[in-house]
């Protein structure tokens, strides 16, 4: 058997250790200390922090020990905050600054910009009666008449030219799109037959109001097949820059038709056509009006040359051609010299014969 005599029984303990506490004799027997941390240095903290010794209730403490203590903690104790020093405004002279100019603002996306607020340009010229009866001797239309063949033909007539009308505006062509050139290759085909039926039926329209323009300035002929008193027109408003051409506006006693006569003839009548005031005229005449139709009753195209100038201001153009009058060659010469306007549109005139045996105005009880 393995000798037990040398472990040392609790009896035998020396008498100095037996006054060692339980958790003591443990860490003694056991080597427990090698298990504990390392120790702290006691530099990392000051002696008011560390943990104070609580001893045992039978053990003196002698007054030295405690006033060392007390004065650790003392040490400890944060010190009072001095009263904040009160420091007083200087007044420091400047050197005086020299004002830069402000800046430039940003560019602004023109399609972002908001839209101007333009004032809708009326027109106040005096109104003056049409006679019905000229108007019926001529076969133009009748405001106040019965539905007729003519009438049904222009309505037809009238909604194709509004609806290309809001196209044009839609895809951004502006004021051009609310004009319409109306004109012939040769006199005597039409035109301007067209052109008073046309805005005779625009005018009609509930929302829309129609400018009819005597563009023909060397044979003007609106003025009489409307029976109306002559005055100073568009020609006139081309030549004096002072000049207002709203002033030159006729109105009528037929709601939504206005007339603007062709003016004193020049020698010159395409050169001021050609000139910047023309935009600036027409523009005048449809200034916030995006509701008001302009119809040009233009010169022929290959007899004067107004008509091929009056194109590059106009959205639409309608080519007049006579049934039994205008050859293919003339036809196609004419457009070419309205190549500028971006719509061209063939209205075929003094047709007897129709392939399909339409009738217009037959089912309102007219034409038998």
Not at 64 to 79: G, L
Not at 277 to 298: H, M, Q
């Amino acid at each position: 058997m393995t000798e037990q005599t040398k472990i040392p029984l609790p009896d035998e303990e020396p008498a100095k250790k037996r006054g060692s506490t339980l958790i003591e004799r443990v860490v003694r027997n056991y080597d427990l200390v090698q298990l504990a941390p390392a120790p702290i240095p006691d530099a990392l903290f000051p002696p008011a922090a560390k943990h104070r010794r609580y001893r045992r209730a039978d053990e003196v403490v002698e007054e030295a020990e405690i006033a060392q203590v007390d004065q650790a903690f003392a040490a400890a104790e944060p010190a009072q905050t001095e009263a904040p020093e009160v420091v007083f405004g200087e007044v420091v002279e400047h050197e005086p600054v020299i004002a830069q100019a402000p800046a430039k603002p940003a560019p602004v996306n023109p399609s972002k910009a908001p839209l101007p607020v333009v004032r809708k340009v009326e027109f106040t010229g005096e109104r003056h009666q049409i006679n019905r009866n000229h108007l019926r001797d001529q076969g133009l239309i009748l405001p106040e008449g019965s539905v007729s063949a003519v009438l049904e033909e222009f309505r037809i007539v009238k909604r194709q030219l509004l609806f290309n009308a809001s196209q044009l505006a839609q895809q951004g062509m502006g004021v051009p799109s609310q004009r319409v050139l109306v004109c012939s290759p040769h006199p005597g085909e039409g035109k301007s037959f067209t052109s008073v039926n046309l805005a005779l039926a625009i005018a009609a329209e509930k929302e829309t109001e129609v400018l009819l323009v005597d563009a023909d300035f060397a044979k003007p002929s609106v003025l009489s097949m409307l029976g109306l008193p002559g005055g100073p027109g568009l020609m006139d408003a081309l030549v004096d820059q002072d000049l207002d051409p709203v002033s030159c506006v006729i109105g009528t006693d037929i709601p939504g038709l206005w007339v603007l006569p062709a003016g004193n003839a020049t020698s010159s009548d395409s050169e001021y056509l050609s000139s910047s005031r023309t935009k600036t005229v027409l523009d005048r005449l449809v200034e916030g009006a995006p509701n008001r139709f302009v119809i040009f009753d233009s010169p022929p195209a290959l007899a004067a040359s107004p008509a091929a100038e009056l194109a590059k201001y106009v959205g639409q153009a309608v080519v007049v051609a006579r049934a039994d009058k205008t050859g293919q060659g003339a036809l196609e010469d004419a457009i070419s010299l309205l190549s500028a306007c971006p719509n061209i549109q063939l209205l075929l005139n003094a047709v007897h014969f129709s392939p399909s045996g339409r009738r217009f105005g037959s089912y309102y009880g007219y034409g038998g």
